[in-house]
Every structure is written in C-alpha cells, then in structure tokens.
C-alpha cells in the first residue's frame, strides 16, 4: 500500500474518578506533529499532546476525528490543515470521552457539528466538576446509540457501538469507500494489550467484542488511537493476543484463583507507572468482570 507525501511540523463517571483517567493525556509530553495523506481526501495527524487525529476533507468542509489534550496542540493540527485545503473544519466525530482526544475541541469556534456515541456525552457531562474537564460549551451535538449511516459532505461514514470497550461510549468510525476504520483507544500501538477505563464501564470482553466487530469490517487500514496505523492482519494478532489472555484468566477464575495468583501467572508485578498514573491492568479488569459474573 502506497502513501501519499510526509508533512512534519513542529455509564455516567464518577467526576474524581473522570479526573484520574484523563489525566493521564494531559500529562502527555508533546512531540513534533506529523500529518500523512493516507488516501486521496484522508490524512492522519500523530504527535503534538494528545491523540492521534484524522482529518476528511469533504467536498464544503472538513471533519475532524478526535482532537488532542490541548487547543493549542489542535491549533497546530488545524493549521496544518490549512496547508492541506482552504474549507474549514466544520464537523468533529469523536471515538470516547477522554480529554486526550476532546479537549481541544475548544480550539475550534462555537456552531461546530460534534458528532459521538450517546453514553460519550454523559460521560464529557460528567467531567463539568473534575480538576481536567471536558469542554462544556463543545459537548455533542448529535448522539447515537449502537450504530449509525451518515454522508456528511459528500463522505459515507459508518458509526459503529458494539459494546462498552476502552470507554462506555465508544465509537469506531468505518469509511467504506476508502476501506479506512479510525478505532480511537480500542486501537493503539504503544503497549502490548489495551487500556481498559473501568471507572468510565469499560469493558474487556467488550473490547473483544469490538476487536471481533472492526476485523469484520470490509478495510484494509486501521487508525489508532495512539502508536502507528495498523492492518486487518495487525488487529487480529491484537485480538488473538487478548483473547488467548482473556480465556488464561476465565480458566484460573473457574479455578477459584485469586487476583493476586492470577496476576503473578500471567507475570504481572505492581510497579508504579513512569508518569506517576497508573490504570488496572487488563488483567485487573478482567478478572473483576470475570468474578462478577461467577
């Protein structure tokens, strides 16, 4: 697969705990901004303080996926985009509720479509009172429940909930023209598993669920919502990793393991997190999920 030209450039959350989960992006060491042109209309921004971000140029406007920590880090986004194309942005989807991907959302003046999965509202509502929270005055302007078909400015878009995964309120973003899935956090390159958000109803086995929903997906390119961009090869070696330690843990719960044996099976230590935050593991996560329902 060939990619175009290289610009580099310099359920309702609990509000303390809304506040622990996206203080993780704030912390987030900004790194220089890099656009690629994936196909044709669609380019991809990584680096800055934040998400990666992708951007649709439509045949009016721009639509936006995501929006990074900052408005300043998405300023930078936005002026890049000016390179790209004179229309201006006029439509943001958002892949979940984390301030790494929707406070920047403030960069962009008042009147913009935001588009996102219904409980991903709730959850940017729930953040009004924490010490990092979203936007209130850009909080979604359209909401869906589990899926939904939209052409917005000439583009097909799917919108896609299959189940609370990194977040209860989820969205995976299909182009099936461009066979292009943007899979927000439920995708991401730098770690060997995935972060699952309990305090936001996360879910690992609905993070399979979804895994399982996008590898269905007729796409040949996967956006991540942090790390590189992936294959449908790629993200399924993801879900069988996660699978294979998924069923590791459901067979040591039928055992009446504990956490604590469980953990130190699959080779687990407490070690504090370089940047002083640290989410359960998947582990953790699956375990809690697993012994609930036992």
């Known amino acids: 697969m060939r990619f175009g030209k290289h610009l580099l450039v310099t359920a309702v959350a609990i509000p303390s705990l809304f506040a622990f989960a996206t203080l993780a992006g704030a912390q987030q060491q900004a790194s220089p901004l890099k656009v690629t042109q994936i196909k044709d209309n669609i380019y991809w921004a990584q680096g800055g303080v934040g998400s990666n971000d992708g951007i649709i140029v439509g045949t009016t406007g721009v639509i936006v996926v995501d929006t990074k920590t900052t408005p300043d880090s998405e300023k930078e986004v936005i002026a890049e985009i000016a390179k790209i194309t004179p229309k201006a942005v006029n439509t943001a989807i958002i892949t979940h509720s984390d301030g790494d991907h929707v406070n920047g959302l403030a960069a962009f003046p008042a009147g913009l479509t935001i588009i996102a999965q219904e409980n991903c509202k709730k959850e940017m ?129 039928a055992q009446g393991k504990s956490l604590d044996e469980v953990k130190q099976a699959m080779g687990e230590t407490d070690a504090p997190a370089p940047n002083g935050t640290r989410f359960p593991s998947f582990t953790e996560v699956a375990y809690k999920e697993l012994t609930k329902k036992s």
Do not use: C
């Open 125 to 253: 509502e729930a953040s009004a009172s924490s010490r990092n929270p979203a936007p209130q005055d850009r909080l979604p302007t359209k909401t869906y429940n589990k899926t939904d078909k939209l052409t917005i400015d000439g583009i097909h878009i799917r919108l896609y909930h299959w189940a609370p995964g990194h977040t209860s309120g989820d969205t995976v973003i299909y182009l099936p023209d461009q066979k292009i899935v943007f899979g927000g956090d439920l995708l991401v390159t730098n770690r060997p598993d995935t972060v699952i958000h309990m305090e936001k109803n996360g879910s690992a086995a609905g993070w399979i669920k979804n895994a399982k929903g996008m590898i269905g997906l007729d796409a040949d390119t996967y956006l991540t919502g942090h790390g590189d961009m992936m294959t449908k090869a790629d993200v399924q070696k993801k879900l069988d990793l996660i699978q294979e330690k998924y069923n590791k843990i459901k067979t040591m719960v």
